[in-house]
């Protein structure tokens, strides 16, 4: 008879496993949870998701590779940028949990995370696909160039990449965007007073989100919000440029601090609001 409980002692970790629940439902009910999809997806708090996913922001990176290298002893070139701070994190900790991520954002889950199939994830697949899947992806990389685009030096009248060039303007972003295309950043996921505040001590606050850590060789075509002083004259790189920010991050908003239209006595044919949607219009789906 020693036998029974020890034969229940070895199946006992696998049953739990198996009856395992989140939040009170079995795994396919929580994998396939509404809030995995649109339109749920949109309006989930952190909250929502984290009643499931807490694993998310709690994971941490090794202390040491298997080879035995120290997390420490390395940094990657997009880590030596005056504001990197701290301990090698994880993607999830490094947006939304170090100190430099609350300081200048305020990413929500769903700022990245907006619903894909978890079994097609295949745009066009079938005449029933959901056209606007990203092939194999949970997130839309648009998303990503919003922060991590390269620094387009051309529209600017900076003669050439910024690491080059930069010290030419005192390392100064300011120096120039005092003037220029002042209303930025009124959108959700971001703290538009902290950012500027923290620019004046930090040189590299502006440039880390506009080059500084570009993980692509295109740039990201910003809405172009009218600001004081704007020219009339519309520049043609900037003829399809919508004016607005992506309606899903003007979402709570306050737009107080940023009255900043164009006087309505000049309207002006190049004013006129672009007719071509906004490039987010994928991702705001
Ligand atoms: C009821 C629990 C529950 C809730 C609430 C929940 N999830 Fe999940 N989620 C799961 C489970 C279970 C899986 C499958 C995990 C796996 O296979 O590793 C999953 C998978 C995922 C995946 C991977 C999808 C894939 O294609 O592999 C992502 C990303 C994700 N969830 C994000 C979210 C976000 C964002 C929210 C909030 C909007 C959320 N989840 C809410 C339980 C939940
Ligand atoms: C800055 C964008 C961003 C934010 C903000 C974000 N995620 Fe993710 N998340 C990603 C990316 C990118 C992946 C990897 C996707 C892939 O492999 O296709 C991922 C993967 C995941 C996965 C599956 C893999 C894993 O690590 O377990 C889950 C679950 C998940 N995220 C949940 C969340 C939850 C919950 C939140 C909010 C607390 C959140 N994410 C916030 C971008 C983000
Ligand atoms: C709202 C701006 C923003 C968005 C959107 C964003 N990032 Fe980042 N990302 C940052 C900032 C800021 C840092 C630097 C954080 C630091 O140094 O503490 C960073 C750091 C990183 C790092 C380096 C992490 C490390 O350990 O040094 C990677 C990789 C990364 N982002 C990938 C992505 C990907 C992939 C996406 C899209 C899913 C994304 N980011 C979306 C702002 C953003
Ligand atoms: C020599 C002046 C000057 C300097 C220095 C400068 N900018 Fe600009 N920047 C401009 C001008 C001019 C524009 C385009 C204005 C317009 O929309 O007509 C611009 C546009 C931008 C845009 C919008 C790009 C788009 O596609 O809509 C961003 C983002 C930007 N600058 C960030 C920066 C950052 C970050 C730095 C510092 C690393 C910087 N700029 C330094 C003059 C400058
Ligand atoms: C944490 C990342 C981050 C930092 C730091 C940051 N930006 Fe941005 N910036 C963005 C994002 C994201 C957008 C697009 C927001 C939107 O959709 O309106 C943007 C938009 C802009 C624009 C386009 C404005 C317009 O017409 O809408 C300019 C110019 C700009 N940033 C300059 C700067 C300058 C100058 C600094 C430093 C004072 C700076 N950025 C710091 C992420 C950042």
């Given at each position: 008879m020693l036998a029974i409980p020890i034969l229940i002692a070895f199946i006992a970790p696998g049953a739990a496993a198996q009856t395992q629940t989140w939040n009170g439902l079995s795994y396919q009910e929580a994998q396939w949870h509404?809030?995995?999809?649109k339109p749920a997806a949109e309006t989930a708090s952190n909250d929502d998701c984290l009643?499931?996913?807490?694993?998310v922001l709690q994971r941490r990176v090794r202390?040491?590779?298997?080879?035995?290298?120290?997390?420490?002893d390395t940094l990657g070139w997009?880590?030596?940028?005056?504001?990197y701070a701290g301990d090698q994190e994880t993607f999830h900790r490094r947006h939304m949990v170090t100190e430099y991520a609350r300081q200048v954002m305020d990413l929500k889950?769903?700022?990245?995370?907006v619903g894909n199939d978890p079994?097609?994830?295949?745009?066009?697949?079938?005449?029933?696909?959901?056209?606007?899947?990203?092939?194999?992806?949970?997130?839309?990389p648009n998303t990503c160039l919003?922060?991590?685009?390269?620094?387009?030096y051309e529209i600017m009248g900076?003669?050439?990449?910024w690491s080059e060039h930069g010290a030419a303007f005192?390392?100064?972003?300011?120096?120039?965007h005092v003037t220029f295309?002042?209303?930025?950043?009124?959108?959700?996921?971001?703290?538009p007073d902290a950012i500027e505040a923290l620019a004046e001590e930090q040189q590299d606050v502006c440039f880390g989100c506009h080059?500084?850590?570009?993980?692509?060789?295109i740039s990201y075509p910003y809405p172009r919000h009218p600001w004081p002083g704007m020219p009339e004259l519309v520049p043609d790189w900037a003829?399809?440029?919508?004016?607005?920010?992506p309606a899903r991050f003007l979402?709570?908003?306050?737009?107080?601090?940023?009255?900043?239209?164009?006087?309505?006595?000049?309207?002006?044919p190049e004013a006129a609001p672009p007719s071509t949607p906004s490039p987010n219009a994928e991702q705001n789906r």
């Open positions: 509404p809030l995995h999809f009643a499931c996913h807490a694993d202390a040491e590779t298997p080879a035995g290298v120290q997390a420490g997009y880590q030596t940028l005056d504001t889950c769903n700022t990245c995370h079994r097609e994830e295949a745009g066009l697949s079938h005449a029933g696909g959901d056209p606007w899947l990203v092939l194999r992806k949970q997130v839309d919003l922060c991590h685009g390269r620094f387009p900076v003669p050439g990449p005192q390392n100064n972003c300011l120096l120039c295309r002042t209303h930025r950043h009124q959108v959700n996921y971001l703290k080059g500084g850590r570009s993980w692509y060789r003829k399809d440029r919508p004016t607005q920010s979402i709570e908003v306050e737009q107080a601090a940023a009255p900043t239209q164009p006087p309505a006595s000049a309207p002006t």
